[in-house]
């Protein structure tokens, strides 16, 4: 009884970390930050196409998960502080369906990024970043990964633990989490990074590395972060470039807002035809 119950943990568990969670089972994230503070976030996320065939007989229907691998318009209220979001970009290859987006920001200072369901808001990360002597100091405060179902594998009897990593596992296949900051200048501590090299740090989490659900339920907690850099080597071209990019992307976010609530309510329309349809044919 006991080996089965956490069988079924393990495998529920794992199932709400990586969807309602992360939302995927690849996630990239690289946050590049200006002197002043400005910068931007490119976001990758991909969904493994075979494991969701796999999930179908947990009660999920891989072909609900294209929906969330569009971007809405409403969705830009996940992200607060952020003054334009470029066209999302989808694709399938090689059995992963691809997602990605890059969001600016003016101030990393106002930056949140934030889960809502309903009424409900919670706040999954934020930033501080400020100038320290020649160079800068960024800390983040993250719950972006942070799990209720996860944590609860804390408390799980280790009875039976080997027989649920050995389910959970399968769908670990291509599993790869990375997130990464750059700096205006050389990263001199990286708090909270396995890695750091030149103007960068990084985090990088794969199916390699997981050992046990004991490493799961690790990834699903809250973590505080913190890089340190030297004086900046960004060159005035560089400084001047940026600012280009950003206020481009601000001037072309009005008509992709416009563009994306329209592909919206036609998602939301012919979604209401097919179940139609499909209730006229079980008539």
């Not at 910068?39 to 891989?62: C, W």
């Not at 499909?278 to 008539?283: P, Q």
Request: proline share 2%.
């Amino acid at each position: 009884m006991i080996v089965r119950t956490l069988r079924a943990m393990a495998l529920l568990a794992f199932a709400a970390f990586l969807f309602p969670a992360s939302g995927c089972i690849r996630y990239q994230e690289e946050l590049v930050v200006q002197p002043d503070g400005s910068g931007k976030m490119v976001l990758t996320m991909g969904f493994n196409l075979e494991i969701l065939e796999k999930l179908k007989g947990m009660g999920m229907d891989p072909k609900e998960n294209d929906d969330k691998m569009t971007f809405d318009a409403k969705d830009f209220e996940k992200f607060e502080g952020i003054v334009a979001l470029t066209r999302p970009k989808t694709e399938k290859k090689d059995n992963w369906q691809i997602w990605s987006v890059t969001a600016y920001f003016e101030d990393i200072n106002k930056v949140k990024l934030v889960e809502k369901e309903g009424e409900t808001k919670k706040v999954k990360a934020t930033f501080a970043f400020r100038k320290e002597g020649d160079g800068y100091v960024l800390e983040i405060d993250d719950h972006l990964m942070e799990n209720d179902q996860m944590k609860k594998m804390d408390d799980a009897p280790e009875e039976g633990g080997e027989q649920a990593w050995e389910m959970v596992k399968q769908f670990l296949k291509g599993f790869e989490i990375s997130r990464g900051v750059k700096m205006p200048g050389a990263v001199t501590t990286a708090e909270g990074f396995s890695q750091k090299e030149g103007r960068g740090a990084l985090n990088k989490i794969d199916e390699a590395s997981l050992k046990g659900m004991a490493d799961l339920s690790k990834m699903a907690k809250a973590a505080k972060r913190k890089v340190v850099c030297g004086k900046s080597e960004l060159s005035e071209g560089d400084v001047a470039a940026f600012k280009k990019e950003l206020e481009d992307a601000k001037a072309a976010w009005p008509k992709i807002q416009e563009e994306l609530k329209a592909e919206s309510e036609k998602r939301k329309k012919d979604k209401e035809k097919d179940k139609d349809n499909e209730k006229e044919k079980g008539d």
